[in-house]
DNA sequence: ACATAATGCGCAAACGTTTGCATAAAACAG
DNA sequence: CTGTTTTATGCAAACGTTTGCGCATTATGT
């Protein structure tokens, strides 16, 4: 299939095909010819041969890769391992769909000079509202990833943290817990609406002794942990499941409860969100939550791409679902003896 | 940057250069001439052009075109305009983003013979369940567009109906109106939802003298404003706005009332959902929300292609937001004489 | 009817590669 | 030293386009 082909086919001249087919001036051939060549076009489905095209032409080949930012938080894979997966697969993204990292922002210490230069940005995890402002004016090529929130207009690709909490929450139901203790981090609100959502409808109480925030460092845990544990062998809380607001935290739970066991002498269900590598080193290993966060880099790097080719037009809000990854770590109710 | 600069910087001709960059065979050249060819190459950075390398070696330029069917309602522009606007927004962008119509098919007549050999679909507007599992039994890589339902594990562009309505009406009510009406067709639930949603925060309990439901026949659109406006004058029901779920039904009502504009005595805000193209020729001009269905459209078409391309894995949810137009059928309250 | 301008069309070169074939040089076997 | 294989290299054609130039044909103005 090539322009050969439709020359012999119609007895033109291969120039005279190229010129009319690409219309190059109105003047370039009887319009009988004209309508010969285009059928003969039409007949065998012409496809100009990119290629030679691009070859002719001399287009650059090298289209220059767009330039993204990624604006986040310091946030250690020490502190928040989950964060630091999604980063990898957005670095992953990037490299395999042809973006280039033009540099990596912390939030607090933002140089605006930086950020113009970009030809997009991707901003991972909460930001304030005013820097946000402060952005726009200078991109509109702004798409925010894992920052439940929706009150800005910029692309946003999320998984509903509260959702995820009601999987969560709904399985150890249907095991027969109704004694849930919470541990959870404050900045994550929106999975701790979940569990009360769900003990709500099924008319379970909040028992706020069984409710403990804390920031995710390991001592913070376990001093929490200790505290839910007293509570505990004071007869006054029996809990019999842990929901843990992200696996950093039930993976530290499950240590301590694997060292405590002698103390404990009943198996006390974990669950959490997030699905991060090292949920599957525990033991036992740990059921959670899968964030698809893999997709979820994938879609918006394709998106931020795709703005900075066609232009950012109407803001838009990708929602991806979590699933339930059972695990070993939830186990029947059984009441204590 | 070529073969042909680094053979005059070598004095080797481009054939060699050739063989030896490309490792043809190791007994190409002397050692020393190949160490020269070498080093002149990462002098200059050459780069090989792809476009020549892919025309030389014939690579099929000619990626296949994936072929995407579209499975749809038979809904005419007669019957509904909006509807065929947002088809032509997915042919433009299957054509711009490179994917072949395969075929176009309306889902009573599904042959399904067709649709597997199609590598995507298309589905517009509702469908069965039956037929949606029998589908995904065939094929993965369906995106759903303009059904706002959920049930089913396919991606999902869609606008809310329910926002877009509480939009509409917030606007009416900011405007001080309170006996608001509803003409609407009955698939269309989430808008009215959203009507029913928007009064009963604001305390206005539903008058359901003023909410008719109709298909979509100019007739039965005729018939039932009628009904509303011998309710008005049996002096039961005053109401100062009509929201219709849709612009058809809208603009067949603003042209009644200009027709019947001696009997009304009063200027009745019209509104609805959809901007089609026939709201700027009305008299007012249609005030109405905006559905983003070119947008819409190519992010159906974006993800659909990328899914054939990459695999499917998770599916997606991507919801557009809709905005309010502001024209000329809606006015301030004013009370009557 | 003639000069001039406009149009219609083909030839051939070029874009940067790759590769079959030819040739020259070297290596080897006798 | 001759004949034969192996190795090293260049020539030139091809891939499918586009485009400048030139020639032939037709239309236009006087």
């Not at 287009?59 to 993204?68: A, C, E, Q």
């Not at 929706?150 to 509903?160: L, R």
């Not at 009360?196 to 845990?221: A, G, H, M, R």
């Not at 007293?230 to 530290?252: E, G, M, P």
Request: glycine share 4%; charged share 25%.
């Amino acid at each position: 299939m090539s322009l050969k082909q439709i020359a012999s086919m119609t007895g033109a001249s291969v120039s005279t095909v190229s010129r009319v087919l690409n219309q190059t001036s109105s003047s370039c051939a009887k319009k009988e010819l004209q309508d010969k060549i285009w059928a003969a076009a039409r007949e065998i489905g012409y496809q100009p041969n990119k290629a030679a095209r691009a070859l002719k032409k001399g287009v650059s080949d090298t289209k220059k890769l767009p330039r993204i930012a990624i604006l986040m938080a310091r946030v250690t894979a020490e502190e928040d391992p989950f964060f630091s997966e999604l980063f990898r697969s957005l670095e992953m993204e990037l490299l395999l769909q042809g973006g280039l990292i033009e540099d990596m922002i912390h939030a607090e210490e933002l140089g605006k000079k930086k950020l113009s230069e970009a030809d997009g940005v991707i901003i991972m995890g909460r930001c304030s509202h005013t820097l946000l402002e402060q952005l726009l004016l200078q991109n509109r090529n702004i798409v925010g990833i894992w920052r439940n929130s929706m009150d800005f207009d910029i692309d946003e690709v999320i998984c509903d943290g509260r959702k995820a909490a009601e999987l969560a929450i709904r399985h150890l139901l249907s095991l027969g817990h109704k004694k849930i203790a919470y541990i959870g981090d404050c900045s994550y609100e929106s999975r701790y609406v979940g569990y009360c959502n769900v003990l709500f409808q099924n008319k379970i109480p909040l028992d706020y002794s069984l409710i403990k925030q804390t920031n995710q460092t390991k001592e913070e845990t376990d001093a929490v942990f200790q505290e839910l544990l007293l509570a505990r062998q004071s007869k006054k809380t029996d809990f019999s499941a842990i929901f843990c607001a992200n696996d950093h935290t039930a993976v530290r739970v499950l240590k301590l409860l694997e060292q405590q066991r002698a103390k404990i002498r009943r198996s006390i269900s974990v669950i959490s969100i997030d699905d991060i590598a090292d949920a599957q080193n525990t033991k036992p290993y740990l059921t959670t939550v899968h964030i698809p966060h893999r997709e979820m880099a994938h879609m918006a790097v394709m998106l931020l791409l795709d703005r900075i080719a066609k232009g950012h037009t109407s803001s838009v809000r990708i929602e991806f679902p979590c699933r339930l990854v059972y695990r070993d770590s939830c186990y029947p109710y059984s009441a204590p003896v």
